[in-house]
Nanobody, 119 residues
């Protein structure tokens, strides 16, 4: 199983980006998926998560600026990031809780995509 994150880049403060995370490989079912970010010198932290049923949760610091979604049939997750701030600059990683069959379950990480917000 592989997770491929994309969509990062350089944007000015107040701008927007849309990240995508596509899962591929031997996938029976994906449970929770999530986006994490890690800024230089800081620990990786949860940004947003979404269950297979569409329930979502967000980091309190986001103030409603980000929206997580997923397309189950495509095994793909998205993160719409609006009103970006310089403090949102980080490497963004996607994570998925994957069943490869009815019994075996493993958490996978994508390779990360860099988001840089200039002031």
């Amino acid at each position: 199983v592989q997770l491929q994150a994309s969509g990062g880049g350089l944007v000015q403060a107040g701008g927007f980006l849309r990240l995508s995370c596509a899962a591929s490989g031997s996938i029976f079912r994906i449970n929770d998926m999530g986006w994490y970010r890690q800024a230089p010198g800081k620990e990786r932290a949860l940004v947003a998560a979404i269950s297979s049923g569409g329930s979502t949760k967000y980091a309190d610091s986001l103030e409603g600026r980000f929206t997580i979604s997923r397309h189950n049939a495509k095994n793909t997750m998205y993160l719409q990031m609006d009103s970006l701030k310089p403090e949102d600059s980080a490497v963004y990683y996607c994570n998925a809780d994957v069943y490869v069959d009815m019994w075996r379950r493993t958490a996978y990480w994508g390779q990360g995509t860099l988001v840089t917000v200039s002031s």
